[in-house]
Antibody, heavy 115, light 107 residues
Framework: EVQLVESGGGLVQPGRSLKLSCAASGFTFSNYYMAWVRQAPKKGLEWVATISTSGSRTYYPDSVKGRFTISRDNAKSSLYLQMNSLKSEDTATYYC????????WGQGTLVTVSS | DIVLTQSPTTLSVTPGETVSLSCRASHSIGTNLHWYQQKTNESPRLLIKYASQSISGIPSRFSASGSGTDFTLNINNVEFDDVSSYFCQQTQSWPRTFGGGTKLELK
């Protein structure tokens, strides 16, 4: 059974940093591009980042470019998202997902950016 | 960026009806369009990939079609369990973008 389990969310002040993790199991993690997708409360879905199978290529939308960094450890079947200079508009549930398309999803971890 | 416009925003239907949800792209995206279902307080679930390809485990009442800029998700014989938001998403180009969603309600 495919499982993606996110962790690391929580309450953080604006301008601070947070690192999310996603533990994968049940599929060959190293064969898949992986992504982070977020959803602000009562809002739609927003793609946040994608990383290639080896980790050599990363992709971001302008809204997070320069602030967020996606990385992976294939030996640990784990995906990460380092989030710096957090803003209130980054408040959302963050999902990790396989890509493309987003076939496997985790349960999400809530990040709240507030003073 | 490729903008995906979904319509209608909300759809209220009677169980047993057949419905069509629309997703229109601002530029041609071939068949690089995927559909997701999200129930309240749950993670999204992939329904259809590459415009019309079915996904294992998804009921056959869900089907989709389209290419270029116009795409449609069809739900035959709508059931109570189909109450959800439905999102389209493109992988033709970066950044990956989602439509704003269609919320399906039952009368």
């Amino acid at each position: 059974e495919v499982q993606l389990v996110e962790s690391g969310g929580g309450l953080v002040q604006p301008g601070r940093s947070l690192k999310l993790s996603c533990a994968a199991s049940g599929f060959t993690f190293s064969n898949y591009y992986m992504a982070w997708v977020r959803q602000a409360p009562k809002k739609g879905l927003e793609w946040v980042a994608t990383i290639s199978t080896s980790g050599s290529r990363t992709y971001y939308p302008d809204s997070v470019k320069g602030r967020f960094t996606i990385s992976r450890d294939n030996a640990k079947s784990s995906l990460y998202l380092q989030m710096n200079s957090l803003k209130s508009e980054d408040t959302a549930t963050y999902y990790c997902a396989s890509d493309p398309p987003f076939a496997y999803w985790g349960q999400g971890t809530l990040v709240t950016v507030s003073s | 960026d490729i903008v995906l416009t979904q319509s209608p925003t909300t759809l209220s239907v009677t169980p047993g009806e057949t419905v069509s949800l629309s997703c229109r792209a601002s530029h041609s995206i071939g068949t690089n369009l995927h559909w997701y279902q999200q129930k309240t307080n749950e993670s999204p679930r992939l329904l259809i990939k590459y415009a019309s390809q079915s996904i294992s485990g998804i009921p056959s009442r869900f089907s989709a079609s389209g290419s270029g800029t116009d795409f449609t998700l069809n739900i035959n014989n709508v059931e109570f369990d189909d109450v959800s938001s439905y999102f389209c998403q493109q992988t033709q180009s970066w950044p990956r973008t989602f439509g704003g969603g269609t919320k399906l309600e039952l009368k």
